[in-house]
């Protein structure tokens, strides 16, 4: 396994290039969203599973330089995530043919609740932050912090660099000037007067932690009820919002398994509760954007304006696709079918929505 870790680490370029053709390629296997064939979405869900630990290989790799902070986690939970996520429509596919249609919902209420189990796991090691991508991936800001506070302290650092800022801005002259070399002398001074004062000792240890970088504070993950009574009321509205982006797929299946994919009652149901969710999130963060508290980082604006795109996803749904997004698919495919290179790839297209939208894991935003 070692081998094959340092193997992946090596080659991540061709290793990734590889992957992306053959991932592609699953889209146009034959039979691929046919009710009664399994083997492609094992494939697909065979190679999705290889993709994931490959990037989790890369992304843990030991290095000093490293990017990307790896879950302080005995168990990656993030990685569960989007394991289940890579089983999940092969689930949903061995279901839908050993017990039918109705029973497979049954199913698909297990991996959601699972994901949703994970998630709460994920919200509460975080500190109860903002979950990006469903909590696949880690909500850590305090690198992008240190970074900001590191050149923070630079520019403001006194020494070599600082005292040449200065002389260069200083009524436009120029290091080179009487006064220039004055104050450029002056510091020389400084510095070795304070290399010459300090025992050999304290340098060495000065030594050593430029070498190893900053430490890491440790930091203690607060309670819940530490949580609502530092944060107060904002904290309480924004953990709401985003307990219920967490539960609505799952509230969406059980909806579906009691009253059919063709309901509007769960379709509207879990738009409600999507709306409500997102928009308690994103009026927390507006409102108290001034505030450390809830002051969200770029991430974390990112993941609100992806969540906003996933609402898309309801026009993709039954009931709203039978009777509303088929109908104008099936206008436009014979508005462009006269044209000899477009009417074939429209219809392909077509045709890939169309079995896509027949799976609930592609459509389910979850």
């Not at 304070?194 to 430490?215: A, D, I, N």
């Not at 963060?285 to 309801?314: M, Q, V």
Request: hydrophobic share 35%; net charge neutral; proline share 5%.
């Amino acid at each position: 396994m070692e081998a094959y870790k340092i193997w992946v680490r090596r080659n991540k370029d061709y290793v990734h290039s590889l992957e992306s053709l053959t991932n592609g390629l699953t889209w146009i296997l034959p039979e691929r969203f046919s009710d009664s064939e399994i083997g492609p979405e094992a494939v697909t869900s065979i190679l999705g599973i290889v993709t994931t630990i490959n990037n989790h290989i890369v992304e843990t790799a030991p290095s000093h330089t490293q990017s990307r902070r790896v879950e302080p986690s005995s168990f990656p939970f993030s990685l569960g995530i989007t394991l289940l996520k890579d089983l999940e429509t092969l689930v949903e596919v061995s279901a839908q043919q050993f017990y039918g249609e109705e029973q497979k919902w049954s199913f698909m209420a297990i991996t959601e609740g699972i994901k949703v189990l994970l998630r709460l796991t994920i919200l509460q090691k975080s500190g109860y932050k903002m979950l990006l991508h469903g909590g696949e991936t880690v909500n850590d800001q305090s690198e992008s912090d240190d970074l900001d506070s590191q050149r923070n302290v630079l520019s403001s650092k006194p020494g070599p660099q600082g005292v040449s800022s200065i002389l260069k801005n200083h009524q436009g002259q120029t290091p080179w000037n009487l006064e220039g070399r004055a104050l450029s002398a002056l510091n020389r001074f400084g510095e070795n007067a304070r290399t010459v004062s300090e025992p050999t000792w304290l340098r060495r240890v000065q030594h050593q932690q430029e070498v190893m970088g900053p430490s890491t504070p440790v930091t203690e993950t607060p309670s819940l009820s530490t949580f609502l009574s530092e944060k107060g009321m904002p904290g309480g509205l924004f953990l709401t919002g985003e307990l219920m982006c967490i539960l609505r797929p799952l509230i969406y299946v059980l909806l579906v398994r009691k009253y059919g994919a063709r309901s509007w009652f769960p379709w509207l149901t879990s738009l409600g509760v999507d709306l409500v969710g997102s928009g308690v999130v994103s009026f927390v963060t507006t409102l108290w954007h001034n505030s450390n508290d809830f002051r969200i980082s770029n991430n974390e604006k990112s993941e609100l304006r992806r969540r906003k795109l996933l609402w898309a996803l309801y026009l993709m749904r039954d009931p709203f696709f039978t009777k509303h997004t088929r109908q104008r698919l099936d206008g436009a495919q014979k508005l462009l079918e006269p044209i000899p290179i477009v009417g074939l790839l429209t219809e392909k297209l077509i045709e890939l929505l169309v079995g896509a939208q027949t799976r609930y894991t592609y459509m389910s935003g979850s």
